[in-house]
């Protein structure tokens, strides 16, 4: 739909949807009780079924955004009986305990009061290197945490793991390009977290933020104005 609506589209255009985290199913503010009460009505609907120890691995690859539109139409699905009950349970009474057990989870990760709940506070941008697993060396190499719009189902896409209760990004997308074609020169480009791999480095980490808010910079690939816009040269030699 974005793009029929364009007639001669432009580099801010396609920036515009890269960074676009519109979602049909939520809005920013409940975007935080939605996310977390879609994997608890997950939980609450299958764990009985597949138990502790395997749910975990089939939740992983679940596409949990699509078991609505398969399982709400279905009021006599036997899904919604939970296994560990003598009852038989209805939907709602499915839905009141995966939403309770939202409230409850939220309420402990982000405090009782709801107008601080925040989807940023959850689900973050943080890159952690090999090295950085002690406080010390976290402080010195890690970068983030950067609070993270969006999550599966939106164009700027980042994934998370639900079934360990993380919303922690784990999948992103790590490379922003645009290129004209009319103009290769004025290629547009970020990659968080920053060009330097070189911890302390002043390009170590430079991007990361930048990239978190949709800046881009210019990426010439021609030798002359590639050498007219340079600030510096790093030589690799052995």
Do not use: C
Request: proline share 6%; hydrophobic share 40%; glycine share 6%.
């Amino acid at each position: 739909m974005l793009l029929e609506r364009l007639n001669s589209p432009t580099v801010e255009d396609f920036r515009s949807m890269q960074l676009d985290v519109h979602s049909l199913q939520a809005d920013s503010r409940g975007a935080a009780v939605y996310e977390v009460f879609l994997n608890q009505f997950v939980r609450a609907l299958l764990e009985d079924e597949l138990g502790e120890n395997r749910f975990p691995y089939f939740h992983i690859a679940f596409k949990k955004y699509l078991i609505q539109n398969v399982i709400l139409d279905r009021p006599d699905s036997t899904l919604w009986d939970r296994k560990n009950t003598p009852q038989r349970e209805t939907p709602r009474e499915i839905l009141e305990l995966a939403l309770s057990r939202t409230y409850g989870w939220l309420k402990q990760e982000l405090g009782a009061n709801s107008r601080r709940w925040e989807w940023g506070k959850l689900h973050h941008y943080y890159w952690k290197h090999a090295g950085g697993s002690r406080w010390f060396t976290a402080k010195l190499l890690n970068v983030g945490p950067i609070p993270a719009p969006g999550d599966f189902t939106t164009l700027n896409s980042n994934a998370y793991i639900a079934a360990r209760d993380e919303y922690k990004v784990t999948l992103l997308p790590g490379v922003r390009m645009i290129v004209p074609l009319n103009d290769v020169n004025a290629m547009k480009i970020s990659m968080p977290p920053g060009q330097s791999g070189q911890s302390g480095h002043r390009h170590y980490d430079d991007l990361a933020h930048g990239w978190a808010r949709g800046e881009m910079l210019d990426f010439p690939v021609q030798r002359e104005v590639v050498e007219a816009e340079a600030v510096s040269t790093l030589r690799l030699s052995p």
